[in-house]
Nanobody, 126 residues
Framework: QVQLEESGGGLVRPGGSQRLSCAVS????????VAWFRQAPGKEREFVAV????????YVTDSVKGRFTVSRDNAKNALILQMNNLKPEDTAVYYC???????????????????WGQGTQVTVSS
């Protein structure tokens, strides 16, 4: 079992940038698929990005493509979500999630992940 801890949230102005980090501890980082989700008030949890060295999958969802990127910092055992040109609609609690066995076709589904971080709030407002 791994443990996840998000950091890097906060208040940012529209058009600004934010860098979120998901620190993974407890097991071999490389063997886990790690994903970012977000949840705005009154809305369902939404897939944002995923990185899986086991399957060779790494991408962000279409709605943030061109603004967000996902990458791994292997030295720090962390999954990084770099968010640029932020918009008010990006306001949400951002969660990272991990699974050792999720298959590619299920990577966008929150129910496929067994381990979650506590979440970090990102607020985009002027």
């Amino acid at each position: 079992q791994v443990q996840l801890e998000e950091s890097g949230g906060g208040l940012v102005r529209p058009g600004g940038s934010q860098r979120l980090s998901c620190a993974v501890s407890g097991r071999t980082f490389r063997s886990y698929t790690v994903a970012w989700f977000r949840q705005a008030p009154g809305k369902e949890r939404e897939f944002v990005a995923v990185d899986s060295r086991r399957t060779g999958t790494s991408y962000v969802t279409d709605s943030v493509k061109g603004r967000f990127t996902v990458s791994r910092d292997n030295a720090k055992n962390a999954l990084i979500l770099q968010m640029n040109n932020l918009k008010p609609e990006d306001t949400a609690v951002y969660y990272c999630a991990a699974s050792a066995s999720v298959i590619v076709s299920q990577m966008r589904s929150p129910s496929a992940y067994s381990t979650w971080g506590q979440g970090t709030q990102v607020t985009v407002s002027s």
